[in-house]
C-alpha cells in the first residue's frame, strides 16, 4: 500500500463530499420543481442519501480490508467496485422517473459542474509529485482530461447564458468528455500491477485499491460520466432545453 499526505487525502475527501452534498441538493430540487407530492420528494432524498453513503462506506471498507490488493487474482478485484455504478447508472438513465427529474435540470449546470474535474486533475498531479501514482496519469503524461475541466465554464457561458455558441458545441463536448474519461480509465488499468499491465514505469497505479482513493473510480468517475450522459440526452432534444 502507497503512503499519500494526510493533506492530499484531505483535500480528495473533501471533494467526495462536496459532489455528495450537491447530489442531494440536485435531487431535491429537481423533486420541487417537478411537483412531487412532498411524500414523495421526502422519498427520493432519503433514498439518495442512503444509497450513497452505503456506497461510499461499501467500497471504502473493501478498499480498507486490502482485498482490491490481490493483483494476481483474475478476474481483477477492482471490477467490484467499477461495474456496478455502471451498471447502476445504465438502468438509473434509462428508468422513467429519473429522466423525468432531470428534465429539470438547467443544462448550464450539467456542463459547468465537470469543472470539477480540474480539481481531480491537480490531486493526481501532486500524488505524481509525491511518487505515488506515474506520469502518464497526469497532465503531464497522458492523461488530457483537464481538459474538459478548464472548458467546462466557458462551454456552459457561451451555450447556455450568452448563447453565441450553438447547443450543438455543447453535444459535441460531452461526447468528447466521454472520450476523454475512457482514455484516462484505459490508462490507468493499464497502468496497475495487473497481469496485463503496459506501462512499467513505476510507480505503479495501486492507490486507486485503496482508502480514500478508490472513490476516484467507484464515485467520481461515474459522477462525470453520468453528468455526460444526462447532458446528451437533454441536447439530443432542443425541444426540452
Same mark, same amino acid.
Given at each position: 500500500m502507497v503512503a499519500v499526505p494526510l493533506h492530499i487525502s484531505a483535500l480528495f475527501i473533501s471533494l467526495v463530499f462536496t459532489i455528495a452534498f450537491l447530489i442531494l441538493i440536485a435531487v431535491h430540487i429537481s423533486s420541487v420543481r417537478a411537483n412531487l407530492p412532498a411524500e414523495e420528494r421526502r422519498n427520493n432524498f432519503v433514498v439518495s442519501i442512503v444509497f450513497i453513503l452505503v456506497w461510499l462506506l461499501f467500497t471504502l471498507l473493501i478498499s480498507s480490508s +486490502?482485498?482490491?490488493?490481490?493483483?494476481?487474482?483474475?478476474p481483477p478485484h477492482l471490477l467490484l467496485v467499477v461495474l456496478p455504478p455502471l451498471i447502476f447508472i445504465l438502468l438509473l438513465t434509462n428508468a422513467k422517473q429519473f429522466i423525468e427529474?432531470?428534465?429539470?435540470?438547467?443544462?448550464?449546470?450539467?456542463?459547468?459542474? #465537470?469543472?470539477?474535474?480540474?480539481? %481531480? @486533475?491537480? %490531486?493526481? &498531479?501532486?500524488?505524481?509529485?509525491? #511518487?505515488? %501514482?506515474?506520469? #502518464?496519469?497526469?497532465? @503531464? +503524461?497522458? $492523461? *488530457?482530461d483537464i481538459l474538459i475541466g478548464i472548458t467546462a465554464p466557458f462551454v456552459a457561458y457561451y451555450c447556455f447564458v450568452k448563447k453565441s455558441w450553438s447547443p450543438k458545441v455543447a453535444?459535441? &463536448? $460531452?461526447?468528447? +468528455?466521454?472520450?476523454?474519461?475512457? $482514455?484516462?480509465? =484505459?490508462?490507468? %488499468?493499464?497502468?496497475?500491477? *495487473?497481469?496485463?499491465? *503496459?506501462?512499467? $514505469? @513505476?510507480?505503479?497505479?495501486? =492507490?486507486?485499491? +485503496?482508502?480514500p482513493f478508490v472513490w476516484l473510480p467507484a464515485?467520481? =468517475?461515474?459522477?462525470?460520466?453520468?453528468?455526460?450522459?444526462?447532458a446528451i440526452r437533454r441536447l439530443w432534444k432542443p425541444s426540452s432545453l
Open positions: +486490502g482485498f482490491l490488493y490481490e493483483y494476481n487474482l483474475m427529474l432531470t428534465e429539470q435540470f438547467n443544462v448550464f449546470f450539467l456542463v459547468y459542474a #465537470q469543472s470539477f474535474r480540474i480539481l %481531480i @486533475e491537480l %490531486i493526481l &498531479w501532486f500524488l505524481y509529485r509525491y #511518487q505515488v %501514482i506515474p506520469l #502518464q496519469m497526469t497532465f @503531464e +503524461g497522458l $492523461n *488530457y453535444l459535441v &463536448w $460531452n461526447f468528447a +468528455g466521454i472520450l476523454l474519461l475512457a $482514455n484516462i480509465v =484505459v490508462v490507468a %488499468i493499464l497502468s496497475t500491477p *495487473y497481469p496485463f499491465r *503496459y506501462f512499467m $514505469n @513505476e510507480p505503479a497505479n495501486t =492507490v486507486v485499491f +485503496g482508502f464515485f467520481l =468517475v461515474p459522477f462525470a460520466l453520468l453528468l455526460h450522459l444526462i
